[in-house]
């Protein structure tokens, strides 16, 4: 089946900087979502980018499929923004183990 | 407008005693899912219905049955639950698989 990993496993900022992550996938897919788990375990869909770049906020994703990566950058962070971030591809998701986000005040 | 709906929040079971996980979204999405997910790890598929009147088995099905009782609502039944079950269980739900989905809040549940 398709492997999906997800780097760095953990990354901790302060507030305001910038940070990318990155998530490699094994084969071609037609799915790909970008999810944030807050602290409270809430996951919030950030994105749906099989391809292509899209941007919302201060939040933005970069999906090259012929390449098999994703990229989601995280712009003048907040506390708010800690949490754990996933990316899930393919058909009924399949989910890489997330990197870890701890935004210090 | 809710959006997904998951009951109980939090469920304390012990070992051989059954329990039913509700869901329900008010979206109109045709495609609802079951994930569970365990410390330190991403989701994993347990069953999935992409239409009403049709379910299908996902990653790690053992142990679970589900219903999708209309198009609103999908349960996931645990008949007999062992300590391996101890987990999250996520109940999402997208207008078909290639398309976003919305997460419930989650349920915990533990079994002793």
């Known amino acids: 089946g398709i492997q999906v990993e997800q780097s760095p496993p953990d990354l901790i900022l302060q507030e305001g900087a910038n940070s990318t992550l990155r998530c490699n996938f094994s084969?071609?897919?037609?799915?790909l979502q970008w999810f944030h788990q807050n602290p409270w375990g809430q996951l919030i869909n950030l994105f749906y980018i099989p391809s292509g770049t899209k941007q919302n906020g201060r939040l933005s994703a970069t999906t090259v499929a012929t390449e098999r990566y994703s990229l989601l950058y995280i712009s003048s962070s907040q506390t708010t923004d800690s949490g754990v971030y996933f990316c899930a591809v393919d058909y009924q998701l399949i989910w890489g183990a997330g990197t870890k986000l701890i935004i210090k005040p | 407008n809710a959006g997904v709906t998951q009951t109980p929040k939090f469920q304390v079971l012990k070992t051989g005693q059954s329990m039913t996980l509700q869901c329900a979204q008010d979206?109109?999405?045709?495609?609802m899912y079951w994930y569970r997910q365990d410390p330190g790890m991403g989701l994993r598929l347990i069953y999935y219905s992409a239409s009403e009147g049709t379910t299908d088995k996902g990653e790690v099905p053992n142990g679970y049955n589900v219903s999708r009782l209309n198009k609103r609502e999908f349960s996931l039944r645990l008949e007999s639950a062992a300590p391996s079950q101890t987990s999250v269980y996520f109940c999402a739900s997208s207008v078909g698989p290639l398309d976003g989905y919305t997460f419930g809040s989650g349920t915990r549940l533990t079994v002793v």
């Open positions: 084969d071609s897919v037609n799915n």
């Open positions: 979206m109109n999405h045709n495609s």
